[in-house]
Every structure is written in structure tokens, then in C-alpha cells.
């Protein structure tokens, strides 16, 4: 493991999240600084085995999601297992989960009862309805919160079915609102010495991603359809293909970014023209305007556009392919592609990096996603102080397992 640095370096973490929405968002706790302490069964987190691509034992799911963080194999169907979370609870600042309403419950584990021996916990449950409602003991993935949130219907051309969103903001967007509940929590705590217990439901998070086209629809009850590529009250924000078949997105929204791209397109006479002399009066005359657009980008290559347009701060950038996104200057410059190496030459992976840039504060180096099992030991030994004999108890009764353990159960389990 790394040095503890960053801003929630005096921050203990104790991570009951698998798959996406929760890990994204204890991993951005790790990015800033605190101890993670990630709870897994002997099988490990379900993300671990996601396809195609393996780094070091683990999917690339798995290692996106999962740097600076500690692995502790616990059997949650056992008490002794159970006691060691309960444990591990009170020594933690914050605890972090994301599993069905109730499945916690079941195992006696509730805020309720816990922060009464550690009032300071700041207890963060993300699932995909919440803890309370008519689906609140419903299962969610990212595309069924897109789903029913109206996203996807807002997602695709105009006329076409509706569209996932590539990037999955479902689970995505959820594990940030639950750290930003997390360190609303914290900062609260630093005056009161109480914590809180936050519910995130991914479906909340999608609706309120709905921001102005909700308020659009409760204004004027028109549903709005897929968006496609374009703004349906900005005819200036949209894509455009450029000669050489590279496509570009614009934003001109400005009056001034109107003006300075219609002479950048050599289009000036636009300007005064009285169909589109103001916003209003190029929303109502859109299709008579897209046409002279497209056919003035079609007269010059993309990165000519981009250059000339950008010159006079017209926003613009050309739709990349994720290889050519991963590859832009801006983007290598900004460190947003981790180098991640652990201490053995098969963990070495590039990941996305953290864009919560700071200039004092901020953590500079990173682990690697731990191994199943990996600080079992140690995590028992020094954050719990439990004597060696009773670390060696819980992983004989396999209550726990180290990563050592695993090991040579699957050696045994291979032998004849």
C-alpha cells in the first residue's frame, strides 16, 4: 500500500459495496486519501470475473474501480464473521454499502444499532430505489435506472428507439451523491460529533438528471423525445460532419459565439439576416439554418474548424472514439491515465484517473486493486487488535480467509 495521503488521510472507510455504484464511490474516498477496507466473500466481488480483460487474477472492471483500497474475506453467513464487520464498524468513520434494503438487517448489522456505540458513523446506503417506497425491494442495474428515469427515452436520434448511455451514469452518478453525502456527513460531524445515515437510490439520482427537461415538461406538459445530436432550444448546439466524414460538436450559444462563427464559416450575411437575428428567431427558423450550416462545414476538414472556431472562443471539439479521447493532450497533461503497479510484475494496469485536481492536499500516489484477501491479517492485527491467536481461529474456522488461505484451499481442492 501507498503512504495515506490526501485530505481524508485521518478517514477510515469500511467498504461493504461489490459491483459499480458502490466501489466507484469508495474508491474516490481512497483517491482522496482515506483507508478503505474492503469486504469480500471467499469468492470475492462478483466485478472481479466481469470479461474480457484480466489484470493480475481480476477483471479491468474490477481494477478501474478498486485502487487504493484493503481486502478482507469475510464469511457474512457466520457470526464470527458477522462480529468482525460489527467490530470493524465501530472503528470506522464512515460505512459504505450498497446492497439490497434489509440484506444488512437480516445479518443484525443497522445504523441504528451501531452508531449507538459509535455516534460518529456516518452510515452511506446506495441501492437502486432507496430504502423506502412501493420498489424499494426491487433489484437495479444502470440501464434500469436510465430506464424508468425518462434518460433513454431523451437518448438517441430523433425518431429512433431510445439508447443507453455508453458511459454508465446509473451506478456512476450515484456512488458520487453517496460521497457527497459522506462529506456533507463528515463536515457536520466536525461541529455536532454526530454522524448521519444517507440514502442514495440511483433512480432519485436519474431524475434529478433530468434538470431542465423535467421542468421544461411540469411548465408545459409537452414530453420531450430523444435528443439526438442537438439542443432542442439551441439550433447552434449541435454536431456537424466536417469534409473529411469527422464530426464536431458546437456550442455557439452566445450572441457573440453566433456572430464569430457565422464569420469563421464565412457565413456573415447571417447575422443581420431578420430569420436569425435572435435566439427565438433560430429556434423558429432551425431547419432552414442547420441546412446553411452543413453545407459550410462540409467545405473544410475538421481540424481546421476546430482551430479557426477556437481562436475566436467558439466552443468546439470533435467527437472522439475513446482511443482518441484517452490520447488527447489536454487529457495526458491533466493525469486523467493512472499508472497502477503492485509488487509483483503482473499487477501493472492503466486506469481512468481522479479529476479532483488539488494544490495542496492532494494524493499523489496509488495502490493497486488488493489481491482477494490480501490485508485480511492485517487489518485484524492492527485496526482491530485482535491477538494472533484469534486471527488464526477466524480464518481455521474460516469465519475469514487470507489471501494465503485462499490459496492453499484451492491448492487442496486441486489435488487428487
Known amino acids: ?242 469534409q473529411d466524414g469527422v464530426e464536431i460538436a458546437i456550442t455557439a450559444n452566445t450572441e457573440k459565439m453566433w456572430q464569430d462563427m457565422c464569420r469563421v464559416l464565412g457565413l456573415a450575411d447571417l447575422v443581420t439576416d431578420p430569420r436569425f437575428l435572435t435566439v427565438p428567431d433560430r429556434n423558429a427558423h432551425r431547419t432552414d439554418l442547420i441546412a446553411l450550416l452543413d453545407q459550410a462545414f462540409s467545405k473544410k476538414d475538421a481540424a481546421s474548424w476546430v482551430k479557426a472556431l477556437r481562436d475566436v472562443g467558439v466552443p468546439v471539439g470533435t467527437i472522439n472514439t475513446v482511443d482518441k479521447a484517452l490520447a488527447e493532450p489536454q487529457v495526458i497533461h491533466r493525469n486523467m491515465i493512472l499508472e497502477l503497479s503492485g509488487d509483483t510484475p503482473e499487477q501493472t494496469a492503466r486506469v481512468a484517473g481522479n479529476p479532483i485536481k488539488q494544490k495542496h492536499h492532494e494524493k499523489k500516489q496509488h495502490s493497486f486493486p488488493p489481491r482477494l484477501g490480501e490485508d485480511t491479517v492485517d487489518v485484524l492485527t492492527h485496526v482491530l487488535n485482535y491477538p494472533s491467536e484469534k486471527v488464526a481461529n477466524l480464518i481455521q474456522s474460516q469465519a475469514v480467509s487470507s489471501h494465503e488461505s485462499l490459496k492453499a484451499a484451492k491448492s487442496n481442492q486441486r489435488k487428487p
Not at 503512504?3 to 466507484?24: K, M, Q
Not at 453467513?77 to 446492497?99: Q, T, Y
Not at 434518460?151 to 429512433?160: D, F, N, Q, R, Y
Not at 439508447?163 to 466536525?190: E, T
Open 1 to 242: 500500500m501507498s503512504e495515506a495521503t490526501g485530505p481524508l488521510s485521518h478517514i477510515r472507510v469500511l467498504d461493504l459495496t461489490e459491483f459499480l455504484a458502490g466501489p466507484y464511490g469508495t474508491q474516490i474516498l481512497g483517491d482522496l486519501g482515506a483507508e478503505i477496507i474492503k469486504i469480500e466473500s471467499v469468492y470475492g466481488d462478483s466485478s472481479r470475473s466481469v470479461p474480457p480483460n484480466y489484470v493480475a487474477g481480476s477483471s479491468t472492471y474490477f481494477t478501474c474501480i478498486n485502487r487504493n483500497k484493503k481486502s478482507l474475506v469475510v464469511d457474512l453467513k457466520s457470526p464470527e464473521g458477522i462480529a468482525v464487520v460489527r467490530d470493524l464498524a465501530l472503528k470506522c468513520d464512515v460505512l459504505f454499502e450498497n446492497r439490497r434494503p434489509g440484506v444488512l438487517a437480516r445479518m443484525g448489522l443497522t445504523y441504528e444499532e451501531i452508531s449507538k456505540l459509535n455516534p460518529g458513523l456516518v452510515w452511506c446506503s446506495v441501492s437502486g430505489f432507496g430504502q423506502d417506497g412501493p420498489d424499494r425491494d426491487h433489484a437495479a442495474y444502470d440501464m434500469i435506472v436510465q430506464a424508468m428515469s425518462g434518460g433513454m427515452s431523451l437518448t438517441g436520434e430523433k425518431g429512433g428507439r431510445p439508447v443507453r448511455a455508453g458511459a454508465p451514469i446509473g451506478d456512476l452518478a450515484a456512488g458520487m451523491y453517496g460521497v457527497i453525502g459522506v462529506l456533507a456527513a463528515l463536515n457536520k460531524r466536525s461541529v455536532t460529533g454526530h454522524g448521519d445515515c444517507i440514502d442514495v437510490a440511483m433512480l432519485d439520482v436519474q431524475i434529478s438528471f433530468l434538470n431542465y427537461q423535467a421542468a421544461n415538461y411540469l411548465h408545459s406538459g409537452k414530453v420531450p423525445g430523444p435528443q439526438g445530436r442537438e439542443h432542442d432550444s439551441l439550433p447552434t448546439y449541435r454536431c456537424f460532419t466536417a
